[in-house]
């Protein structure tokens, strides 16, 4: 299955679904990631909130993934974001946790502290609780960092907290293969 984007800027329509990524979906997703890194030499690290590390997990799943992938984050609170991630507080502040800013923000900060090529965070509301009307249960925000800049995509799943969470480590791991296959072009 392959996880539609919900397009390139974060002025685009969100991606609504109810379907999650069965396990071998996302497997395929992960080894589809290892062969790209591999094949472009490139390493990967991962700032994870809602997802509480589901993307670090999936990568190394992979036999090999420690050829490239360098180690995650879990910034569930808002401390860890500013303390690990180098997410400043006035971006916090300005947008909540749950925002493009901050995942941008994620991404960056841990590329930077890691030293790698790519970064991915996922920021959102897993539900079943937490939502309000601006952020509603299964809201995400997905974002990639590297040399060439950041990308962040939103999306909204209607699924439960399990599926929300599948659903939003298949689209970060689609957005690092977007990101990787750009990079080849």
Same mark, same amino acid.
């Given at each position: 299955?392959?996880?539609?984007?919900?397009?390139?800027?974060?002025?685009?329509?969100?991606?609504?679904?109810?379907?999650?990524?069965?396990?071998?979906?996302?497997?395929?997703?992960?080894?589809?990631?290892?062969?790209?890194?591999?094949?472009?030499?490139?390493?990967?690290?991962?700032?994870? =909130?809602?997802?509480?590390?589901?993307?670090?997990?999936?990568?190394?799943?992979?036999?090999?993934?420690?050829?490239?992938? /360098?180690?995650?984050?879990?910034?569930? =609170?808002?401390?860890?974001?500013?303390?690990?991630?180098?997410?400043?507080?006035?971006?916090?502040?300005?947008?909540?946790?749950?925002?493009?800013?901050?995942?941008?923000?994620?991404?960056?900060?841990?590329?930077?502290?890691?030293?790698?090529?790519?970064?991915?965070?996922?920021?959102?509301?897993?539900?079943?609780?937490?939502?309000?009307?601006?952020?509603?249960?299964?809201?995400?925000?997905?974002?990639?960092?590297?040399?060439?800049?950041?990308?962040?995509?939103?999306?909204?799943?209607?699924?439960?907290?399990?599926?929300?969470?599948? =659903?939003?480590?298949?689209?970060? /791991?689609?957005?690092?293969?977007?990101?990787?296959?750009?990079?080849?072009?």
């Amino acid at each position: 299955m392959a996880v539609p984007a919900a397009g390139r800027t974060r002025d685009d329509p969100t991606t609504l679904t109810d379907v999650s990524p069965t396990d071998e979906e996302l497997l395929d997703l992960a080894e589809r990631v290892g062969a790209s890194c591999r094949a472009e030499r490139r390493t990967l690290a991962t700032a994870e =909130s809602c997802t509480g590390g589901l993307v670090a997990h999936l990568i190394t799943e992979v036999p090999g993934s420690s050829e490239y992938f /360098l180690g995650g984050l879990v910034t569930y =609170s808002n401390e860890v974001k500013t303390a690990l991630a180098d997410v400043q507080p006035s971006v916090l502040d300005a947008h909540g946790a749950v925002s493009a800013q901050v995942a941008v923000a994620m991404a960056e900060g841990v590329r930077r502290r890691l030293g790698v090529d790519v970064a991915v965070a996922v920021t959102g509301v897993a539900g079943p609780d937490g939502g309000t009307d601006a952020k509603p249960v299964g809201l995400t925000y997905v974002a990639v960092a590297d040399a060439a800049g950041d990308d962040v995509r939103r999306h909204v799943w209607a699924e439960d907290r399990s599926g929300n969470k599948r =659903s939003s480590a298949a689209a970060a /791991l689609s957005l690092v293969l977007e990101r990787l296959a750009a990079a080849e072009s």
